[in-house]
């Protein structure tokens, strides 16, 4: 039997080290699921980490849990699912916390919700009752993860109101706004493919094909021509 506290700490390492990539959150879900008889003591690492980490983190970690569920429902071990559920306005107050810190993460979450949701992980219900509370949460101005301090070092409250940018010191750490950017793209990236992706049974791939005219004369004629007209430009070059 696995030593529970190494368990914990592989898990957690893994948690931290997440990434734009579907592999990270897949390698990390696999890994959970293995250990499935620890789900109490893997669920808490999750929400410990959302507490802990920076907000580029939990947004990764909130594309994790969506991965988590749907591989735990696939595979008949609702534990997660179910705890999940359980705690998923907690989850979502770590990851687009109210006090504005976290206003570029709430796109992620609703993406998330809305996965969780399709996959029936999430009742209509409670996605809108967290998108009521989402919709105060993503009005601030700036797109960084990180709320704005004063002069003294102290955090600043947080309002709807766009805040005066006079003697306020922004902590930005330039590294982490590039990690969040490429992360983004990357990302957007996997969406564009997911969109553009058509599997053998899509019935707009059906209609196209039955639609398709069969190849004629004018088809073989064409070819013949452009063949022709390629041999002749490289008989040029």
Avoid at 5 to 24: C, P
Avoid at 165 to 177: A, E, H, P, Y
Avoid at 204 to 216: P, Q, T, V
């Amino acid at each position: 039997m696995a030593d529970p506290f190494e368990v914990r700490m592989r898990f957690t390492a893994q948690l931290q080290h997440l990434n734009a990539s579907a592999t990270s959150s897949q390698k990390a879900a696999h890994y959970a699921l293995k250990y499935r008889d620890m789900d109490e003591d893997l669920h808490s690492c999750i929400l410990e980490q959302l507490e802990r980490n920076s907000m580029n983190n939990r947004a990764n970690i909130m594309y994790f849990i969506e991965h988590l569920c749907d591989m735990a429902q696939r595979e008949n071990h609702t534990n997660f699912v179910s705890m999940m559920q359980k705690d998923i306005f907690q989850i979502v107050d770590a990851v687009a916390p109210g006090d504005g810190a976290g206003a570029a993460n709430v796109k992620v979450v609703r993406r998330v919700l809305q996965g969780l949701q399709q996959k029936s992980i999430l009742g209509p219900d409670v996605v809108t009752e967290i998108e009521a509370c989402l919709k105060e949460r993503d009005t601030l101005p700036e797109h960084s993860a990180l709320s704005p301090i004063d002069a003294n070092g102290q955090r600043e409250a947080q309002s709807t109101q766009p805040t005066p940018k006079t003697n306020v010191v922004l902590r930005l750490d330039k590294r982490q706004i590039e990690q969040r950017i490429e992360e983004d793209r990357e990302r957007h990236k996997r969406l564009k493919e997911s969109i553009w992706g058509v599997g053998p049974d899509d019935e707009e791939f059906e209609k196209l094909w039955e639609e398709a005219s069969d190849i004629g004369e004018d088809d073989f004629l064409m070819a013949e021509e452009d063949a022709m007209e390629r041999r002749q430009v490289v008989e040029v070059n």
